[in-house]
């Protein structure tokens, strides 16, 4: 390991994170700090249906502004299903039920500074059951675009999230190998 951990404190902590402050050394002998944020679990949905993607649009506070991003994520529970996880986050954010679920993946949100890992899955199969958003969630807006539309948002700065981003990379490498063995 390249760096040792000397100590470490919690400095602050909510439902939804905890922040600490680690004390450590690296191999070349300094000594310095580090943050971590430390947060549960979470997941990304990129449902699917056709030609169609179904996206949310909700108001991001750390930005300031109204964000287009895949529904996405977390329970603040440690040890959650990923699969129940990223059904519940679906139904929660679209109030879509998925026939099927496929794990795409798992990416880290923000390993520079944060420890949360992030479930990708495909949702295919849907059927509307009514949303269920949480009470931060009242402002959210399910929208639909086609496939080209929602790759010309990526490329022109419209969907600027890069758990979106880095889902859409996944889910394309496994529909290109998924079509190359079918051959």
């Known amino acids: 390991m390249s760096i040792r951990t000397l100590s470490s404190r919690e400095v602050y902590r909510n439902p939804w994170l905890r922040l600490r402050e680690d004390q450590i050394e690296r191999s070349n002998g300094k000594k310095g700090i580090y943050g971590v944020v430390e947060k549960d679990d979470c997941a990304v949905i990129l449902p699917i249906e056709g030609d169609r993607i179904y996206l949310v649009e909700q108001f991001r506070y750390t930005i300031g502004r109204r964000a287009l991003e895949a529904p996405q994520g977390g329970w603040e529970r440690p040890d959650v299903d990923p699969q129940e996880l990223a059904r519940g986050e679906l139904r929660e954010e679209t109030g879509l039920v998925a026939a099927s679920m496929t794990h795409l993946g798992t990416m880290w949100v923000a390993y520079g500074?944060?420890?949360?890992?992030?479930?990708?899955?495909?949702a295919t199969g849907l059927t509307q059951a009514g949303s269920d958003p949480d009470p931060e969630e009242h402002d959210l807006v399910l929208k639909t675009a086609s496939i080209a539309e929602f790759e010309q948002m990526l490329l022109d700065g419209t969907i600027q999230d890069v758990c979106t981003l880095g889902a859409w990379?996944?889910?394309?490498?496994?529909?290109?190998?998924?079509?190359?063995?079918?051959?």
């Open 113 to 122: 500074f944060a420890n949360q890992k992030q479930h990708v899955f495909l």
């Open 169 to 183: 990379g996944l889910y394309k490498l496994w529909r290109e190998r998924r079509d190359t063995l079918k051959i």
